[in-house]
């Protein structure tokens, strides 16, 4: 990218290094916008869980039934009678859960697909706003998977796991109020066998956890490396280095292996476990519980609120199989709910760092804009001032307010440039620039010559303030421009980069992403004018054609000239020419620069060229060294200087 | 496909059986623990003819929860070990896949690599494996224990009484009709999604990669507009697809706890009024084998959608693995390149078969060993594929090209590249410090060969410039050094090998006009006896070339020297012109 800018991969956070409450943020900003949505979600969630979690009561109720009849103390058919009334609880309390978790399913589309929405656009919107800095400092693969991977994990933690963490907390509240009310004693046990699911969990779920961290880097690893030799595929063929490619792939591919093999041994060995664990449960409940009735029959000995409002006077009373054998259920019901818990675990971690990255680049400092000075239509009146017009008269003014004693002075656009002893460095202590004076007049054709690197990008940097000087003054028709909206200075701009980015959509769009508004005719003047006319009417739908992919289906020549239509429909009255046309051959370059030629006339143009053959009819030409203004002139003037210059254009000839 | 995928399994083959072995196990016992509560409940109170409870057989109650907890036991174990087994298996069939892949890519010769876009390739090895590589891990784990499950418990449930799991019949065929009715109609509209929202991904790459265009057009709103525009449109289509999704809950409680309602209906019933073994117990097993079979159903539907999901890359990765290398070794290869003699002998070329154009025609063309050869011509004039016939990157179509009196496609490819040094336009380094990378050309390069290499490249000077001289790391791509001296480390890189011909794509672009000109001096003076063929875009680069030659439309307009060429040929004329616009001048400069 820019010169003096290394891309570097600082967007991932380490393991460890996250920012403090990201959880909170993330459920704040659930909680406040989407509070209806929520709500909803909540109560749904609470019906659900609970009519999916008192099974035990009901089963309890029927066995107690039986028992009665047993006993003799029902006859059959009023022990019938009992369960009907049963059967017909269930079928209400469970139609509502079916309701409410049908909602909850609808609700939680909403909310997820509104919440993904809403993040997405929050961080379009802002990674908009971000000086170009940023998309210089970081790798765009790495702010592109914030969009696919860390929204994707979002996507999981609010469609999934969230809910599933709520109705398990919710389940797990109501079994344990369940099983206290029935029995304190065989609680006991449950709480026993949860201690020991949470230890392992613990342990076994830390092993897995730490292994997919490393899973998770070994994966990047290898992708690097995947994607490194797949990109230099040819240079591989061409230098036999197949072999040793197939040998380091080995390496990193063993590498991934192993701790995939690991990470996964340890998340597959969670479930068994605490499945088992149980079942173990369930094995003890039930000879313990069996063992108490077994032995103690009448007697009272089991503890339980059940005891308080069955008329037993009191929290003890005695344990029956009714009580036993709905515990039973309730057992395992709860170790598979923690069992659901240590599902989520891991799918919660990676939400966790997937919001930690949008978070940071939401918190990144947007692009700052102090200016005040406005670029307005202006029309003249019969006295020769410059006036504000609210019409488009095709005349543009900047409109400067001066703040001490409010009035406003007009001073019309013509593409005045100078730079004024600029000192300027991407990081600081290293600049790039040193102590540039330039003095561009409306209508003159700047040129920049010098090695790659030698800071001519990066005095367009400047211009348009995609970067900020450190030290001297850049004035546009007179004004300071850090004084002018960046929006205002930038329209006043017009540019070509090398690199042509179209964008996917028709001919017709992307030569009217110069100017929105531009309407047909504008259009195919701007295309006349940059020579593109004659192609695009050829191309199989004309100006409606379809570009994919930076426009891969033209030439590089083609797209170079959409390029030159889009900025000539902007109409702006100072051009930036950003070896606009190196990447082409000479015989095609002839055709841009009959485009370009008739772009350039009568407007201030910054021209940065490879060839000297491009910038030989510039006005002045600086050449640059090091970041320092070595020579300027024009052409004869530099040729007949003999330095630096005269040295560049004669290199090629001093060999004959 | 599903047998070519299983090919890379190889020595994972054990596993993967053991996982299965495991599953059953597992299985087994899962079903067993609710069938033996059920006779622990029988010995609890027992039931006797006239309806009432017998005496507690607590021997019989020891002995089932002894068997219980063995049980517990075996299944834990099985579970783990399964996990385990599972886990080497997957990743081992995903290490191998990658590997068969990578192998094979190797093996690509550049048509085959023109055929699939690196970003592509890079996905199938990465994204598309991991895909297969989870689906696997499902596979292997519930292809055997959902269905053993449920025919399991089906069994069981009908040991224990023969009338009540008649209700299964009712809620199997329901939950399963009801899964897959929704799998089916979610997944097309799905997929469709999913398209549409990889392009809204594009368009923010897209838009991540024209920032400077759309910052220097003031397009930061319209594009934010149209970006919401079409995530909204998303999440619309989004939210009714998944509103479908959203019946997936409801109907499986609705069957597991159906099921539970008429268990306990019909069950007390029958119980009450029926003379039965049946008691809480009973109940309690059945309840739980009801629960089982769903899930083993949910469970299969799972896999279903997952396979679906990854059936798309399983297919990428097949292309990939089924993808033949078109260029191979001759038998009795020659293995010494005598000198740097070339040839084309009425050469044409096309890249398919099935191309109706010929990209070259008819070339005819004699270069001497130790040449300079200069090519120019405009872009698609096949310049690039011209050269690329020489070291055999391509093979012709018709005639014959010789490199040292022998035709290309007899010798030993190896021979042929090490001593055919070509310098491609669109080059690349490879992360590592500048030796690493340059010895790429020459793998037991001497620190003075590599020094020499790089002097005779012009690259020594600002690489003794570095703090870390030789061994300064260069970055993933080659972001670091500009675009000069990265064609120059490219350059130093093919001399290193002492090449019998080395050929320079365009190699000097971003070179200035000065060190390029020192470099041709340093080839004519370091390596006279090496063929020199270099494509440029500059007259200057090929000026003081023993012959130029013109391409034009795939053929050779014309070949001669500097002198010639500008008096006769109208192309030749044309590009010198447009870059010493005015004829003339550069007789002033130069007198």
Not at chain 1, 61 to 88: H, M, P, Q, R, T
Not at chain 1, 304 to 311: Q, R
Not at chain 2, 143 to 149: D, E, F, G, K
Not at chain 2, 306 to 312: I, Q, R
């Amino acid at each position: 990218m820019a010169n003096g800018v290394m891309s570097r991969r600082g967007n991932v956070p380490l393991p460890g290094k996250m920012r403090k409450g990201v959880l909170k943020r993330l459920l704040k900003i659930l909680f406040t916008d989407y509070k209806p949505l929520v709500a909803a979600m909540a109560v749904c969630i609470v019906i659900s869980a609970i009519a999916g979690s008192i099974a035990g009561v009901f089963l309890q109720n029927v066995y107690a039934a039986f028992g009665k009849v047993v006993e003799g103390v029902y006859s059959a058919s009023d022990g019938w009678a009992e369960i009907l009334k049963i059967v017909v609880t269930m079928i209400v309390i469970y139609a509502l859960g079916w309701v409410s978790s049908g909602t909850m399913g609808i609700v939680s589309a909403i909310l997820t697909q509104r919440f993904l929405r809403d993040m997405r656009n929050r961080i379009f919107d802002k990674m908009q706003r971000l000086p170009i800095r940023y998309f210089d400092t970081y790798a765009h693969g790495d702010i592109m998977s914030i969009y696919t991977n860390d929204i994707d994990a979002l996507r999981q933690l609010v469609s999934q796991s969230l809910p599933q963490l709520c109705s398990t907390v919710i389940t797990l509240t109501t079994l344990t109020v369940v099983m206290v009310y029935y029995s304190v004693i065989l609680w006991a046990i449950v709480v026993i066998g949860v201690i020991a699911i949470l230890l392992v969990t613990k342990k076994v779920g830390g092993k897995s956890a730490k292994y997919f961290m490393a899973q998770q880097q070994a994966v990047g690893k290898t992708e690097g490396y995947i994607e490194e030799m797949i990109n230099g595929q040819k240079v591989v063929k061409v230098f036999c280095h197949e072999e040793k490619a197939v040998a380091e792939f080995d390496e990193v591919n063993d590498k991934l292996y192993d701790v995939s093999n690991k990470a996964n041994s340890f998340s597959n060995m969670l479930m068994p476990i605490i499945h088992n664990i149980g079942n173990i449960m369930y094995v003890v409940i039930a000879f313990i519980g069996c063992g108490i009735y077994i032995a103690t029959r009448e007697m009272s000995i089991n503890i339980g609120f059940y005891g308080i409002f069955n008329g037993y006077g009191g929290m003890v009373f005695p344990l029956s199989i009714s009580i036993v054998v709905a515990f039973l259920g309730m057992a395992r019901q709860f170790a598979n709910q923690l069992g659901q818990i240590s599902n989520q675990i891991n799918s919660v971690i990676m939400a966790m760092a997937g919001a930690d990255r949008i978070f940071g680049l939401l918190d990144e400092k947007p692009e700052t804009d102090d200016g005040y000075v406005t670029l307005v239509n202006a029309e003249v009146d019969e006295n020769g001032n410059i006036k504000e017009s609210d019409k488009r008269t095709g005349r543009w003014a900047w409109k400067h307010p001066h703040l001490a004693d409010g009035s406003v002075t007009y001073t019309e656009l013509k593409g005045e440039i100078v730079l004024d002893h600029v000192d300027f460095g991407y990081v600081e202590n290293k600049i790039v620039l040193h102590d540039v004076s330039i003095k561009a007049e409306p209508g003159q054709k700047i040129a920049f010559v010098g090695a790659t690197g030698a800071g001519k990008t990066t005095i367009t940097n400047l211009i348009n303030r995609f970067y900020d000087i450190a030290d001297g003054k850049i004035r546009y028709d007179g004004i300071n421009i850090n004084k002018i909206k960046k929006r205002d200075l930038r329209k006043s701009l017009g540019i070509v980069l090398q690199d042509t980015n179209l964008f996917t959509g028709t001919v017709m769009d992307n030569i009217r992403y110069g100017k929105l508004d531009a309407t047909d005719e504008e259009v195919y003047a701007a295309a006349k004018l940059a020579n593109a006319h004659d192609f695009i009417i050829r191309l199989p739908d004309g100006y409606d054609t379809m570009l994919t992919s930076d426009g891969a289906n033209l030439s590089q020549g083609q797209r170079q000239l959409l390029s030159i239509a889009r900025a000539a429909v902007c109409n702006a009255p100072v051009m930036i020419m950003d070896e606009a046309t190196s990447s082409i051959d000479t015989r095609t370059e002839q055709i841009v620069q009959k485009g370009t030629d008739s772009l350039m006339l009568g407007r201030t143009v910054f021209i940065i060229a490879h060839r000297l053959s491009t910038v030989r009819n510039a006005d002045v030409i600086m050449v640059l060294d090091h970041g320092k203004i070595i020579e300027s002139g024009n052409h004869e003037q530099l040729i007949a200087r003999k330095g630096k210059y005269y040295q560049l254009y004669t290199g090629a000839f001093e060999l004959e | 496909m599903v047998k070519k995928l299983l090919k890379s399994l190889r020595e994972y083959k054990k596993e993967t059986i053991l996982t299965l072995l495991c599953m059953v196990v597992e299985a087994g016992m899962e079903v067993l623990i609710p069938f033996i509560i059920n006779a622990f409940g029988g010995c609890v109170q027992p039931k006797l003819s006239d309806g009432t409870y017998g005496e507690p057989n607590v021997g019989g109650m020891v002995l089932y929860g002894a068997i219980m907890v063995v049980a517990a036991m075996v299944s834990l174990l099985a579970g783990m070990l399964g996990g385990v087994f599972c886990a080497r298996a997957s990743a081992g069939f995903a290490k191998n896949l990658r590997k068969d892949m990578f192998v094979n890519i190797q093996k690509f010769s550049f048509s085959n690599i023109d055929k699939f876009s690196s970003s592509s390739l890079v996905t199938r090895l990465t994204t598309d494996i991991t895909n297969v590589q989870m689906a696997f891990m499902m596979l292997i784990r519930t292809a055997v224990r959902s269905p053993l499950m449920l025919i399991f418990s089906i069994v069981m449930s009908f040991m224990i009484d023969t009338t009540l799991p008649v209700i299964f019949f009712v809620t199997v065929p329901v939950l399963a009709f009801g899964v897959f009715f929704i799998a089916y109609k979610a997944i097309p509209i799905f997929r469709r999604l999913f398209k549409r929202y990889d392009a809204l991904n594009g368009s923010v790459q897209e838009n991540i990669n024209g920032m400077r265009v759309v910052k220097a057009y003031v397009r930061e709103d319209y594009e934010s507009e149209k970006f919401s525009r079409v995530s909204n449109e998303l999440c619309v289509d989004f939210t009714k697809a998944e509103k479908i999704f959203a019946f997936n809950a409801p109907l499986m409680q609705f069957c597991l706890q159906g099921a539970l309602i008429l268990l306990v209906g019909i069950g007390s019933h029958i119980i009450l009024f029926g003379n039965t073994a049946l008691d809480a117990f009973s109940l309690q097993s059945l309840t739980t084998y009801s629960f089982q079979i769903l899930m083993s159903l949910m469970m299969f539907s799972m896999i279903f959608v997952m396979l679906t999901m990854s059936v798309e890359s399983a297919k990428r990765i097949v292309e990939v693995l089924d993808e033949k290398s078109d260029m191979v070794n001759p038998e009795n290869p020659v293995t010494e390149v005598k000198n740097g003699d070339v040839c084309f002998d009425n050469v044409s070329f096309k890249y398919s078969l099935s191309a109706e154009e010929f990209t070259l025609k008819n070339v005819n063309l004699n270069i001497k060993s130790g040449e300079t050869v200069g090519i120019i011509g405009g872009t698609g004039s096949s310049k690039t594929t011209l050269v690329n016939l020489i070291s055999r990157l391509y093979d012709v179509t018709n005639g014959k090209l010789l490199v040292g009196d022998v035709d290309v496609r007899d010798y030993d490819m190896e021979v042929l590249r090490k001593n055919v040094a070509v310098v491609l336009q669109k080059n690349t380094l490879f992360s590592g410090t500048i030796k690493d990378n340059l010895r790429w050309g020459k793998e037991d390069a001497t620190d003075e060969e590599i020094v020499n290499a790089c002097k005779m490249a012009q690259a020594d000077e600002f690489i003794a410039q570095f703090p870390e001289g030789y061994d300064t790391v260069i970055t993933r791509g080659g972001t670091n050094v500009s675009g000069g001296q990265k064609q120059r480390l490219c350059i130093a890189r093919a001399l290193i090998g002492n090449p019998k011909i080395l050929i320079l794509d365009d190699s000097t672009s971003a070179v200035d006009m000065k060190t390029d000109a020192l470099l041709r001096a340093s080839f004519k003076k370091f390596i006279p006896d090496t063929t020199k063929i270099i494509i440029a875009q500059r007259i200057a680069s090929v000026m003081d070339a023993d012959k130029i030659v013109v391409m034009d439309g795939g053929m050779i307009n014309a070949v001669g020297t500097h002198d010639e060429l500008l008096s006769s040929n109208k192309i030749y004329q044309e590009v010198y012109y447009s870059q010493n616009r005015e004829n003339g001048e550069e007789v002033s400069v130069n007198g």
